[in-house]
């Protein structure tokens, strides 16, 4: 969890980070947290550990609201060749391994760096 934390302090995309919750004890683990990203976007991070448990969300949106990009393992799309991992952008899932702040933080540098700054949903 605190490893999160350090990753995104140490990125250089990420303006400013918000620990909203925190639980560090044996039977659970939960950190909670809004990142606030370059190109006017939020990163809201959802890690939850338990000894039979986990359940994790990286979504990542724009100033409005509007989704970017979302990684997660929300047990809803049972066909899905990675289940229950998967990714949600441009209004389509698709299948998706179970990323790390690092994978995330990339991906999203990545995309900036396409889009020529700019991460608002495209219409296309």
């Known amino acids: 969890m605190y490893e999160i934390i ?11 980070v918000e620990v909203i919750e925190l639980i560090d004890e044996d039977s659970v683990k939960l950190i909670k947290i809004k990142a606030v990203l370059k190109e006017n976007c939020l990163l809201y ?8 448990y ?3 969300s990286y979504h990542c949106q724009n100033n409005d609201g509007d989704l ?3 990684w997660d393992n929300k047990p809803h799309w049972r066909d899905m060749s990675t289940y229950p991992h998967h990714k949600h952008e441009n209004d389509q899932v698709s299948p ?7 994978d995330v933080l990339d991906q999203i540098e990545k995309k900036i760096a396409v889009t020529k700054g700019s991460l608002a949903p495209r219409d296309d």
């Open 6 to 16: 350090s990753a995104l302090r140490q990125s250089a995309i990420v303006l400013d």
């Open 45 to 52: 991070i959802t890690e939850l550990h338990t000894k039979d």
């Open 54 to 56: 986990q359940k994790y």
């Open 68 to 70: 970017i990009v979302r």
């Open 96 to 102: 998706s391994h179970r990323v790390t702040i690092a």
